[in-house]
T-cell receptor, first 113, second 114 residues
Framework: KAGVTQTPRYLIKTRGQQVTLSCSPI?????VSWYQQTPGQGLQFLFE???????NKGNFPGRFSGRQFSNSRSEMNVSTLELGDSALYLC????????????FGPGTRLLVL | GQQLNQSPQSMFIQEGEDVSMNCTSS?????WLWYKQDPGEGPVLLIA?????ELTSNGRLTAQFGITRKDSFLNISASIPSDVGIYFC??????????????FGTGTQLKVEL
């Protein structure tokens, strides 16, 4: 099976702009989770989507949002970008049945100038 | 957000040596997972543990789910240069409240000297 894919791999934006990142899960996986990774805070959970519904949410401001489509592909959006949003954004997929192993994509490296 | 306490923070070892790292939490976990991350890439799953006391091996890697459900360790035997990278523990806290939200450790950076 193909792994988790994320696009784009790299992105440069300026403060105040918005950005949309995309994730395609492993075929057959219905749960998609998003994480932010920074040197200072490590890996932090953003949110999880399952069957097009947000099932879990981390402690991030409302500028961070996401959605999931009927084919389980997911997007996350960050509006009004701040310098501190520069990070590696990771998407992970799992079958969706419970407390399962998550498989990660390569990430999108976002730089906010 | 909550993070697991992972130690050591970094290790610099000789090729062929055994490596041990661990992860502890003040709260109970339902699962423990160990991942390895190379620069610029996403974490790759190494071992998954689902029951207290479980001991699982994957080649030269061995990991255990602590009896108290508050800790886990990962051992790497006979390290080789490709073991270089950052190792993360992760798990599902008992109070996740459903869904699939992982809490991650702070990472152990492993460097191997030839």
């Amino acid at each position: 099976k193909a792994g988790v894919t994320q696009t784009p791999r790299y992105l440069i934006k300026t403060r105040g702009q918005q950005v949309t990142l995309s994730c395609s899960p492993i075929s057959g996986h219905r749960s998609v989770s998003w994480y932010q990774q920074t040197p200072g805070q490590g890996l932090q959970f953003l949110f999880e989507y399952f069957s097009e519904t947000q099932r879990n949410k981390g402690n991030f401001p409302g500028r961070f949002s996401g959605r999931q489509f009927s084919n389980s592909r997911s997007e996350m959006n960050v509006s009004t970008l701040e310098l501190g949003d520069s990070a590696l954004y990771l998407c992970a997929s799992s079958p969706g049945e419970g407390l399962e192993t998550q498989y990660f994509g390569p990430g999108t490296r976002l730089l906010v100038l | 957000g909550q993070q697991l306490n992972q130690s050591p923070q970094s290790m610099f070892i000789q090729e062929g040596e055994d490596v041990s790292m661990n992860c502890t939490s003040s709260s109970i976990f339902n699962t423990w997972l160990w991942y390895k991350q190379d620069p610029g890439e996403g974490p790759v799953l190494l071992i998954a543990l689902y029951k207290a006391g479980e001991l699982t091996s994957n080649g030269r890697l061995t990991a255990q789910f602590g009896i108290t459900r508050k800790d886990s360790f990962l051992n790497i035997s006979a390290s080789i240069p490709s073991d270089v990278g950052i190792y993360f523990c992760a798990g599902h806290p008992i109070l996740t409240g459903g869904g699939n939200k992982l809490t991650f450790g702070t990472g152990t950076q492993l460097k191997v000297e030839l």
